[in-house]
């Protein structure tokens, strides 16, 4: 069986020294985003060869887990029916389709798959929303990925490959930040800790909390996301640290 390379394996043949010259800006981010494809090797500035050797060699079989995990899934979810799954996670069964709001988009999932084209990890983390089948009503408290329980030890991956690339962003432009955010149905909020406060339902019950501050002289942009306490109801704290991920992506239109 081919073993499914996770970012820490990637992370023991970087560095490790958080030099901060990559995007990422730490390695533990960096192996995240490298496996997410978001980086290239090229862009840490200390790797040596033999590492780079190393990394190509642990990837050049490594299988198509994501594609296995969601026919694995797909196949699950189908087999019982899209009614008994769908119940109280926001999705709706109709005509033997399921429809759910993912991002600001309603995503329509058939018998035979998705009937839109859609990035494998969208596709995947829909899936597995499902799955999980939370239940429940959302708290209205909000709470830092960091508090979730085993949310601390994957705390600097959600920093560094969703708000610190968030912060970038909206560094860049202030305005186009906000329209694609909008358009993936942020919704302006008040009463936080900055006038740009937005809430997204990346699921139906998965809303994100996104405050951005812009940068001044002194200090750049800064970016916090949120989630409301009952998140891991929902999906589990590896699954939400790639739900960020996959906000910045859309965010991004890639
Ligand atoms: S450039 Fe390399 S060593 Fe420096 S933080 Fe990024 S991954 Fe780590």
Redesign the pocket.
């Given at each position: 069986m081919t073993k499914i390379i996770q970012p820490l394996d990637i992370y023991k043949k970087?560095?490790?020294?958080?030099?901060?010259?990559?995007p990422?800006?730490?390695?533990m981010a960096?192996a995240v985003q490298f496996l997410r494809r978001m980086v290239p090797l090229s862009?840490?500035?200390?790797?040596d060869e033999h590492s780079k050797l190393a990394i190509e060699e642990m990837l050049s079989d490594p299988g198509d887990w994501k594609e296995r995990r969601f026919k694995e899934l797909f196949d699950e979810i189908s087999a019982g029916g899209f009614s008994s799954v769908a119940r109280d996670t926001g999705a709706v069964v109709d005509c033997d389709l399921l429809k759910i709001v993912y991002m600001g988009r309603e995503i329509v999932l058939g018998r035979t798959g998705f009937k839109d084209a859609l990035d494998i990890m969208d596709r995947l983390l829909i899936l597995m929303y499902i799955k999980q089948a939370g239940s429940g009503g959302l708290s209205g408290k909000w709470a830092a990925f960091r508090d979730f329980k085993d949310g601390l030890i994957r705390s600097e991956s959600f920093h560094g490959a969703c708000e610190i690339p968030l912060a970038k962003m909206f560094e860049r432009s202030r305005e186009g930040t906000i329209k694609r955010l909008t358009a993936l149905g942020a919704e302006k909020v008040k009463g936080y800790a900055t006038e740009h406060s937005y809430v997204i339902y990346a699921l139906p019950k998965l809303p994100l909390l996104v405050l951005l501050w812009p940068g001044d002289e002194e200090f750049g942009a800064d970016c916090k996301i949120l989630l409301d306490s009952t998140a891991t109801v929902f999906l589990d704290v590896e699954a939400l640290l790639y739900l960020g991920m996959a906000l910045v992506r859309n965010i991004k239109g890639d």
């Open positions: 970087l560095p490790r020294s958080n030099c901060g010259r990559c990422a800006g730490s390695c960096f862009e840490c500035r200390e790797i």
